[in-house]
């Protein structure tokens, strides 16, 4: 069995470092020291410096142990959202939580703990494994900044697991590719009590265009959203600017590509509704578009080598895997657009995000002891 008390302490530790996106440095230092204890040659990349966050990525390199076979990376990533600065772990019954009022940061320091103890367990118990490359990545919670630009010439493997998604007995297969939309509406002010007719409004432009859009769930495979909206200078004034923002994600690159044409084609439609003259002269409402890939999509075949490794792993452990499709993205995309095979493991970990966030001990000891099944079969 998995050794509890290493897994809590290690997980108290780890759990007391804020590390929000971009001020990793103190995390990085310690995960340096305790993957270097644990027989691990760490190598730190620049992606730090490109992004402008306080670390770079860790990429550490385990040799084989008695097993020669194809290396195996297992990813996790090692900031966490806001609230993050005071955050204490704090253990009751079993559950890890945090004191408040911050998020625990189980997302993802959860996974970093089973790889940890996984690791632990190989060694003690003298089992067999192959070369492993152990990748910890900076600013996932930003946009996958790390994965985005990890140096991917420091790594041999072709197949992996990124820990990295809520739930137990848990396999991502496929998710979605995703991308970022910025709309940029200019009228025409003017005053909204003596001359309204002589404005455009930006917003009401915006309103008309996010009324005809298809939003929330299109089908089974993709979904839109508009999710912020600012502008206007003034209640007596008609808007003349406004920005909104919004996203499609979906499992199809095709109708990812099809619902943002519908999205930029309704602010056409409004800009042409909104259009009036003035003084003689036709003026419509000016729109700016931005369209900004965000992640590729992921899919791992059902049939492939490394879905029947993970399977295999979990009913060796008495605990069958469900594998199925997610609709987020992390940076297993990033891995397998770089032609690593990728998928996701669920740590445990619950109502991430949020300052609810919460672990089970006894979930980390069953996904450490998956991955020692793993590692002994890869």
């Given at each position: 069995m998995a050794n509890r008390q290493r897994i809590i302490d290690e997980f108290t530790r780890l759990a007391s470092i804020a590390s929000p996106s971009f001020h990793e440095g103190e995390i990085a230092r310690y995960l340096t020291r305790r993957f270097q204890e644990l027989g691990g040659e760490?190598?730190?990349?620049?992606?730090?410096?490109?992004?402008?966050?306080?670390?770079?990525?860790?990429?550490?390199?385990?040799?084989?142990?008695?097993?020669d076979s194809e290396p195996l990376m297992l990813s996790v990533h090692m900031d966490m959202v806001e609230p993050a600065a005071g955050v204490k772990p704090v253990l009751n019954n079993g559950v890890f939580t945090s004191a408040g009022p911050t998020v625990l940061g189980?997302?993802?320091?959860?996974?970093?703990?089973?790889?940890?103890?996984?690791i632990e367990l190989l060694r003690e118990r003298g089992i067999p494994r192959g070369p492993l490359e152990v990748v910890v990545t900076v600013c996932e919670e930003a946009g996958l900044l790390g994965a985005k630009n990890l140096d991917y010439s420091r790594l041999r493997s072709r197949r992996g697991l990124a820990l990295d998604t809520t739930g137990i007995d848990l396999a991502i297969h496929r998710a979605p590719c995703a991308d970022k939309l910025r709309f940029e509406i200019t009228g025409r002010d003017s005053h909204a009590g003596i001359a309204p007719e002589r404005g455009v409004s930006a917003i009401e432009t915006a309103a008309r265009a996010v009324t005809a859009m298809r939003l929330?769930?299109?089908?089974?495979?993709?979904?839109?959203?508009?999710?912020?909206?600012?502008?206007?200078?003034?209640?007596?004034?008609?808007?003349?600017?406004?920005?909104?923002?919004?996203?499609?994600r979906s499992h199809d690159p095709a109708k990812l590509k099809s619902q943002g044409e519908h999205m930029i084609?309704?602010?056409?439609?409004?800009?042409?509704?909104?259009?009036?003259e003035i003084d003689g002269v036709m003026v419509?409402?000016?729109?700016?578009?931005?369209?900004?890939?965000?992640?590729?999509v992921m899919h791992v075949p059902l049939e492939s080598d490394m879905v029947a490794l993970v399977r295999a792993a979990g009913e060796a452990i008495g605990h069958p895997l469900t594998v199925r499709a997610a609709g987020g993205g992390s940076d297993a995309n990033i891995f397998n657009s770089h032609g690593i095979e990728t998928?996701?493991?669920?740590?445990?970990?619950?109502?991430?995000?949020?300052?609810?966030?919460?672990?089970?001990?006894?979930?980390?000891?069953?996904v450490a002891e998956f991955l020692v099944e793993v590692m002994k079969r890869a």
């Open positions: 760490v190598f730190t990349d620049d992606a730090g410096t490109r992004i402008g966050a306080e670390s770079g990525n860790l990429i550490v390199t385990f040799p084989a142990e008695g097993r189980a997302d993802d320091k959860a996974g970093i703990v089973e790889i940890m103890e996984a929330g769930r299109i089908d089974d495979e993709t979904t839109a959203n508009i999710g912020t909206i600012r502008g206007g200078q003034a209640i007596n004034i008609v808007p003349r600017n406004v920005v909104l923002e919004g996203e499609v084609a309704c602010f056409g439609q409004a800009a042409g509704e909104m259009s009036r419509r409402p000016e729109i700016r578009c931005e369209v900004i890939s965000d992640y590729p998928l996701i493991v669920g740590t445990g970990m619950t109502h991430v995000h949020t300052e609810q966030e919460s672990v089970r001990v006894t979930d980390m000891e069953r």
